[in-house]
């Protein structure tokens, strides 16, 4: 992985900058000394590491903005991070960037249940805003499966998913208002407790930026009431077809499932051996099936998926019976990572979207690309809305298998953009897909997306190097050439 | 009179819009045109009309994905969601009869760049949380593309937030793809009558924080329910709160029931049932209560927190005169005044200043919509950011100049 050269002109400046910090965040918050630096070399995704220039962790919104506004007049870069738990290498340091940690930014500031709100600093973890909330029967709606450490505001830099996406929403689906820092300092509040504020959606390009557009500092969120009760159910499948099919069938009813997840054998196989969930292990495909809402819609429902699935060839059905059975159904799925993580040395967890009719063809080819890189591979599957994690299983150790992996994971996510679908549903381009955007995106489409870019950072010291493969000046991006009065009017209809 | 271009393809529309680029021609740019009323008017040498790229490309209703050209008609969407038991979950409202033209006349691009929604909005989301992806020429007469036609996403960043709601000032949208859903099995309305404003708000935010998944919350004071065309409201001689259910047909019954002993401290309780009850989300989506004989008046969308709503709207009735009525639960205050050469701009945007929130004007004569920011004035670092991202699309300003803001 290719990262853009560090500037030893502001390596030399180690030191300067260190007291123009600590000038501005006193005591602990700008950390030097390289044992505690190694702390964070890495985000989630553990195969890429760099020791950052130096950590600074502020306090304050006022902090931040005195911190970017120095980087900005001194040409220092700035890798934003939250809990450091995403997966695509997001917060992936660079050497000559400070790595700004809003880990202090931890108090939730505001509940507001009439509005159905809640305000809270961007280093809050996701589920931290629940348990805020839960104690009067709310909770916040995403829910990555990292949400017992991923901070809101990491979150929102992502666009968070989670297993109920579907019906709830996205994180931008679930963001409000925000209070946000540029790269020259400027402090910005984009909407609020009101929804839909005119003119621009800033915070709809800010969700999911990757810490490219700037630093957030002050989170609002929707909140919901808990529903009235949940039941899941299992049902097992002779070929992962028959349970995307079931899965249409469902939603086709009309159904939409509070979340509908899948596994294939590989994956059923892995996790019950690990949490003993009490999984079919003659199946091919497992769905979990989740209803939820007032009890005796949830029972209605439940039967009449059981039903559809009968029809579409369920060779294995059971309802959860209790809160117990049904927290057991999910326990192996919520823990396919680390099951798989058991079974392999190393696992790669890719990430992509296809259109669920695709799913047959989709696995098909996976298993062919499986043998030709002799490298297992486990599938779970957000099967609502069609994001697909394969699970590539290799051992850093044997030489060359690293790169094996990386290389099978980038011919699943182009045949994800083959077949109609995107490179990334939750977790991020990042580092990790960085250079297959151009899989996806014609030059002039991300071109286009860094003309955003240089709305909000036109020097490029937020983040540079992550997302987009190519680093382009945002003079040139700018510059135009119009040809005054030499193009011919268009041979199109007009009146 | 201003020349019309209207191509027939993508490929034309980039096509005018580099020849409008050489020529530093602005572009007015639109669908079918029914919303020409919304936004500031717009100064331009010629008219880009998209009414040939209509049509829908693909639509699997398995997929819950639906791909249509930019001016495909409202009305076509949605007969082809209906043929399939699905619908535009955001309830886009129609803005027809508020600008004294018929119904199911605006289209998909339409309803995307202003970014419209309806009652639901507060369950499902806006346009822009349904808006997945699209194909465009950037006002630097370039093609380009944002999104997909799957509904989870995150690959670079989320261009379809910026275009929804830009009123076409950024891009030329060829191709849209949205998140369609299936229509709930069962839907009913639970009124209160009599309530006042406050009350009547309280009891929203009671229903909208329980668990029963209310899928839209209104309040008409007593002058507007009884216009409604829907008896049970017209008839009910003071005011109306009403709270509507959607899902399977037990649920529904069930959640009816608590929603009305929900209801029940805070005066009478009555039900509506499947055709009065979409009449009535209907009335309240497109503003029904200020067309017709309210024609002359002016017509303001203002979004606060719902807990601030009832204060709001009895600030503007005290200063302004006028009618309101609430959707959103409080949040969304329609507010139709006598028509004045400012609106009463200053008044609303004083009135909403400390709690939080916008005021946009959706109704008045060309001539007040270029003299009053329609949209809701921005500080000064932000709506210089929002420049940027114009220029970021559009440097030299050929698409929709001024529809937004002066001079932008």
Known sequence: MLMPKPDQGVIDRRAEIIAAMRAIVPGEGVIADDAMLRAFECDGLMAYRQLPLIVVLPETTAQVSEILAYCHDNGVKIVPRGAGTGLSGGALPLA???????SKFNQVLDIDYANRCAVVQPGVTNLGVTKAVEGDGFYYAPDPSSQIACSIGGNIAENSGGVHCLKYGLTTNNVLGVEMVLMDGTV?????KHLDPGGYDLLGVLTGSEG??????????????????ARAVLLGFNSSEEGGDCVAAIINAGIIPGGIEMMDKPAIHATEEFVHAGYPMDVEALLIVELDGPKVEVDYLIERVSEIAKGEGAIYSRISESEEERAAFWSGRKNAFPAVGRISPDYLCMDGTI??????????????????????????????????????????????????????????????????????????????????????FTEDDLKQQQRVKCAFDPDHHLNPGKVYPTLHRCAELGRMH???GQVPFPDIPRF | ???????????????????????????????????????????????????????????????????????????????ALAEANQELAFEPMDLGALYGNGAGAGTLGGVI??????????????????????????????????????????????????????????AVMTQVSVKVLPRPEKTRTVLLMGADDTHAVAALCDALGSSHEVAGAAHLPASVAQRSAVGYVSGAGTAVTAVRVEGPGPSVEHRCKSLRDLFAPFGAVEELHSHNSAAFWREIRDAAPFTGDWQDHQVWRVSVPPTAGPIVGQHLRARLGGEVYYDWGGGLIWFALDARSDAGAADIRRVIRDCGGHATLVRATADVRQAVAVFQPQPGPLADLSKRVKEAFDPEGILNPGRMTAGV
């Not at chain 1, 490219?212 to 009760?229: D, Q, S, Y």
């Not at chain 2, 529309?13 to 680029?21: I, P, Q, R, S």
């Not at chain 2, 040939?52 to 076509?76: F, K, Q, R, S």
């Not at chain 2, 989870?152 to 830009?166: I, Q």
Request: charged share 25%; aromatic share 4%.
């Open chain 2, 113 to 170: 760049a202003a970014n419209l929604s309806g009652p639901r909005r507060i369950k499902a989301g806006a346009a822009r949380d349904h808006f997945l992806g699209f194909q465009a020429v950037s006002g630097r007469g370039e093609v380009f593309k944002s999104g997909g036609k799957v509904m989870k996403n995150v690959t670079g960043f989320d261009l379809s937030k910026l275009m929804a709601g830009s009123f076409g000032t950024l």
């Open chain 1, 188 to 192: 910005l509040r984009l909407g609020g």
């Open chain 1, 96 to 102: 000559d960037a400070i790595t700004l940690g809003l």
């Open chain 1, 212 to 229: 490219l557009l700037g630093v957030i500092t002050e989170v609002t969120v929707r909140i919901l009431k808990k529903p009235e009760t």
């Open chain 1, 355 to 440: 259109p669920r009719k695709k799913l047959g063809l989709v696995l098909q080819r996976m298993t062919e690309m499986s043998d030709k890189y002799g490298l297992r591979v486990a599938n779970v599957f957000h099967a609502g809305d069609g994001n697909l994690h394969p699970l590539i299983m290799f051992d850093a150790n044997q030489p060359g298998e690293l790169d094996r992996a990386e290389e099978f994971g980038a011919d699943i996510l182009k045949l994800c953009v083959e077949v109609g679908g995107v490179l990334s549903g939750e977790h991020g381009i990042g580092v990790e897909k960085r250079d297959l955007m151009g899989e996806m």
């Open chain 2, 1 to 79: 009179m201003t020349e019309i271009l209207k191509p027939d393809t993508a490929d034309q529309v980039l096509d005018a819009v580099k020849w409008a680029v050489s020529e530093a021609t602005p572009l007015d740019v639109r669908g079918t045109g029914t919303k020409a009323g919304f936004g500031r008017p717009v100064q331009a040498g010629r008219v880009l009309d998209l009414s040939n790229l209509a049509g829908i490309t693909e639509y699997d209703p398995g997929e819950l994905v639906l791909t249509a050209g930019p001016a495909t008609p409202m009305a076509e969407i949605e007969q």
């Open chain 1, 482 to 484: 119009i040809s005054r």
